[in-house]
């Protein structure tokens, strides 16, 4: 699968999040997945800067198993999907995030029993 059908399926998990998970508006979330012009300098290129943010965010994945900590359903987690379009296809750093993400919440539904749907992606 393409990294764009990819974050189509990422961004169909995380909207369809299981009930479990506490809904957090935007005012709310945990999550910040913003990249600023200081971001993209201090680390080189937007892609390194996202990586960043995102490992500050979700921390390290080392023996996680590649999981990380999804700790609500709404908008903010939601937001991690834009972001990871803004990176160029084939950056292993962001294949990786977006491989981990969707094995992260493909786990919450299966630990709430709910069925993982796969959308037909047209070409």
């Known amino acids: 699968m393409s990294q764009n059908g990819r974050l189509v399926h990422l961004r169909n998990l995380l909207e369809n999040l299981p009930e479990s998970l506490p809904y957090c508006g935007l005012g ?12 993209i300098e201090e680390y080189g290129d937007e892609t390194s800067a996202t990586n960043h943010q995102l490992e500050i965010t979700f921390g390290s994945r080392h023996n996680t198993g590649g999981i990380v900590p999804i ?24 294949e ?16 709430a029993g709910k069925k993982v749907r796969m959308h037909l992606l047209m070409p």
Do not use: Q
């Open 96 to 111: 990786l995030w977006i491989e981990n993400l969707c094995t992260s919440a493909e786990k919450l539904y299966n630990d």
């Open 71 to 94: 700790k609500e359903r709404g908008p903010g987690i939601c937001a991690v999907v834009p972001v990871l379009a803004k990176c160029p296809p084939g950056d292993a750093r962001i």
């Open 28 to 39: 709310s979330t945990y999550y910040s997945f913003s990249v600023n012009n200081d971001d």
